[in-house]
């Protein structure tokens, strides 16, 4: 029996070589802010597409409220009719988020305690991603790093994505291998979601899988060798892919340890989730087996037709060690602050939609499982 389900994805794809060129077409007549940070911005393609426009320069690093504030007020100044992201997942949900909070005037604080409702946006959003990992280029959501609570908190909406993504791989080829890798196990953390989280549906699923099947495909030759056109092509139609899965379910606890990784010691967002994807679905196993062995299949891993999901675990490790990703120790973090993760990881949204429902003691024991690994 086929469990019942909505869904709405009204983000239009363009998917290509080349693909920011549409840029100027799509801008043409209309006042324009393009949100875009340095490396990206001297990207050839780039900084043709975005001649002439207006730019806010974003800063290094994750969105915090105070960048979604400043980012605003210019697009508050610039009064576009198009907001356009170009980036990293930081860039795109900074463009996001200043949309939604210069639109309705109130802080984006506000929305993430849940106290104000997201309204339709009265300006468009273009949104052009420069990794091949977060999906944020078709997904309703922005995530901040709130330096004073420390921790990762965010928005999600359908009305807060992006009426155009403009995917173009040949954007992706300069990123360096470190960050190749992150974010590629980003996309394969959503893709996985889509497959195994408590609010995935057969879309999500088929969508997952097929995701994971490009990830598997491209992630390590683009880590190994960035110019690889045959590997950014696999990961930029994966990270695309997850995108939707994810926004037809979420992410698990992978994403809620990670998370709390992250805002704990500032590492980069993929990095935190490669640190324990494999433990977490691990321990997620006994509730997923058989999806996990759907997963092991599109990753390429011989099956053993267990049922109990070892062999998708283990899937997951090889592409983890194939894209370098180092172990939790490795990556400088120890149990010192393993209290605060745990405490983090519980009140994360994602564990509320993980395959079933985790105690202190599953966050513990996924943490543990990661800090024992000596290397992959
Ligand atoms: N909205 C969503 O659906 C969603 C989903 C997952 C993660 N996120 C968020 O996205 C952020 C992470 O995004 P990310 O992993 O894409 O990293 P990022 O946007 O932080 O970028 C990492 C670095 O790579 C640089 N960079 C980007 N593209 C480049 C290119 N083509 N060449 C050279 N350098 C390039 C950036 O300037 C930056 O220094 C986190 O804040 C995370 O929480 C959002």
Redesign the pocket.
Known sequence: MIAGFQASLPVKVSFADGAVGELPGILAGRRVLVVV????AD?PAVAEAIEGFEAYAKP?G??TFDLIADAAAAVERARPEVVVGI???????LAKAARLVAGQGESFERFCDGEIEVLPPAVDLVAVP??S????EV?G???V?DHVERR?RGVAHPLMRAQHALVDPL??V???PD?TA??GV?ALA?AIGGVIASNGNVLSTAIGLEACRHIAAGLEPAVRDGGDLDARHELSLGSLMA?LA?NLSDCCADHALGHSI?STYGL???LTVGLVLAETLDVNRPACGPQLDQVADALGEPRDRSGDGVAGVRAVRRLLARARIPTMRGAGVGDEQIGRLVELSMADYCLTVNPREWTEDDVRRAYADALALEGR
Do not use: F
């Not at 980036?87 to 949900?93: P, Y």
């Not at 990992?133 to 944020?136: A, D, L, V, Y």
């Open positions: 940070e340095e490396p990206v990207i290094p994750e969105p980036g990293g997942g930081s860039a795109l949900d420069t990794t990992g977060t999906g944020s997904s959501g922005a995530v790093v990762k954007l992706t300069g990123l360096p960050a992150y974010t980003d959503q995108g994810m992250g980069p967002h993929g």
